[in-house]
């Protein structure tokens, strides 16, 4: 396999060319890790640890339901188990619903 192209063309750099190139990188890396993602989801944190059980419960009882959705509408195994079983994502309203489901062994 070898090492990737990137690689030997910046060993072939003069040095001043490799610390720029690196300190470009730093700067990508930096703004992927604190730019607005960071910021949005770092506001929503701070919101959210004031909510109210129940405002934190029907959040993660969404939040649920969205991932159901999403794997019942792209995974072949979990269409599968849900129509096996004769569910709908919208069957499990919340974390009191999951024993309806199976356990996975993985």
């Not at 506001?43 to 969404?62: I, K, M, N, T």
């Not at 959705?69 to 994502?89: C, I, N, Q, S």
């Amino acid at each position: 396999m070898g090492e990737p192209r990137w690689f030997r063309a910046y060993g072939r750099l003069p040095v001043w060319m490799q610390n720029a190139a690196c300190s470009a990188a730093g700067l990508r890396m930096r703004r992927e890790r604190h730019g607005g993602a960071f910021h949005r989801a770092l506001e929503f944190l701070e919101e959210s640890q004031r909510w109210s059980l129940g405002d934190q419960q029907a959040y993660q009882d969404e939040r649920l339901g969205e991932i159901l959705r999403h794997a019942y509408e792209t995974v072949p195994y979990y269409r599968e188990v849900f129509d096996g079983l004769k569910l709908r994502p919208v069957d499990i309203r919340g974390a009191r619903d999951l024993p309806k489901l199976p356990l996975l062994d993985k």
